[in-house]
């Protein structure tokens, strides 16, 4: 017999959810018939998969101790690298300079070493994430960032936090700027851009519409040019909405692609400008601009965090670029 005691990272979830990500080792057939015969209660009575769990309310679980023996310890983010450049970090949320190259969430050709693994391995060293104290939260990202693109993504550092960033994120209460250099300059300075955009799945590739078709999402991309020299601009976008590739596909709509962008861009374009094969993309600033009630992250409305040292902004500037 184990009980667990409800914390406010795993308040609101449903006992079966809990169940899950707490005991991993019981079966899903076992943890219903346990549940249902009693041998798993909340408070001491009979509960409901469907029971939603609050801080303070305990599960007591009369199951055998095999599906209780841990697992030898062995933690992968201590395997990623202590590299994290950190632009603004509370007891709630980190804010974190993600560099090119540089996967957020592990994919099928790096587990090991992501921004996420090397979120949780700070918390751990820094004593703020202990895997056996959690029953089932784990440090989170708030958005996510390709790999050939830097700039700030959020971490959360506890559910609450989480639940509230995931919440505005679909509200469009936090405002994300982009910086990169186009080739060629749009016809208007200044303008937001409308659309459709259709994603193949087979080649990881994105075409823009300016009519509706068929599984077809609507874009919309508002951008403003900061500078043009000798054929490249310095362009300033705001994602309005935030569809995959939205930018690299919707600016080389308009006939102004990102340099050094090898999907989207042109070739003959990369190779007279430097023959850069990273897209000068970056996600350089964000705003949070609250217009619902945020809870216990009140404080952070109306702040702005900026990343000052882009890699291709001096660079443009001095005209190093051409």
């Known amino acids: 017999m184990k009980s667990f005691t409800i914390k406010s990272n795993d308040s609101d979830q449903r006992l079966d959810k809990f169940i899950k990500k707490s005991v991993p080792n019981l079966p899903q057939s076992l943890m219903y018939k346990y549940i249902r015969t009693k041998r798993i209660k909340v408070n001491s009575k009979r509960a409901e998969i469907s029971t939603r769990l609050h801080v303070g309310d305990t599960v007591d679980m009369y199951i ?5 023996d841990p697992s030898e310890k062995h933690y992968d983010f201590m395997k990623a690298s202590k590299s994290l450049d950190i632009i603004y970090e509370d007891e709630n949320i980190l804010l974190l300079n993600k560099k090119q190259g540089v996967l957020c969430h592990p994919d099928d050709r790096e587990y090991i070493d992501t921004l996420i693994g090397r979120v949780k391995r700070y918390l751990y060293e820094k004593g703020e994430y202990d895997p056996d104290t959690e029953n089932s939260f784990v ?58 955009l259709v994603k193949d799945e087979k080649s990881n590739t994105v075409t823009v519409s300016k009519k509706a078709s068929e599984g077809a999402k609507s874009i919309k991309t508002k951008y403003r040019v900061l500078e043009s020299i000798d054929g490249l601009s310095l362009v300033e ?29 042109r070739n003959r ?53 051409v």
């Not at 440090?139 to 995931?166: C, F, H, M, Q, Y």
């Not at 619902?292 to 001096?314: H, I, P, R």
């Open 64 to 68: 055998n101790d095999e599906f209780f």
């Open 139 to 196: 440090p989170s990202l708030v958005n996510r960032i390709d790999r050939n693109t830097g700039g700030i993504v959020i971490a959360a550092k506890n559910a609450e936090s989480l639940r509230i960033l995931n919440e505005k994120m679909k509200l469009r209460e936090l405002h994300k700027y982009y910086l990169c250099v186009t080739v060629g300059a749009p016809k208007e300075k200044s303008a937001i851009l409308g659309g459709y």
């Open 237 to 265: 976008i705001e994602l309005l909405t935030g569809r995959t590739h939205q930018i690299r596909a919707h600016m080389a709509s308009i006939g102004c692609p990102l340099l050094g962008d090898g999907k989207y861009g």
């Open 269 to 321: 374009d990369n190779k007279k400008f430097g023959g850069y094969k990273k897209q000068m993309l970056y996600s350089y600033k964000l705003k949070f601009d609250f217009t619902t009630d945020a809870g216990k992250l009140a404080y952070l409305d109306q702040k702005e965090f900026e990343v000052q040292d882009v890699w291709f902004k001096e660079e443009f500037y001095a005209g190093n670029l």
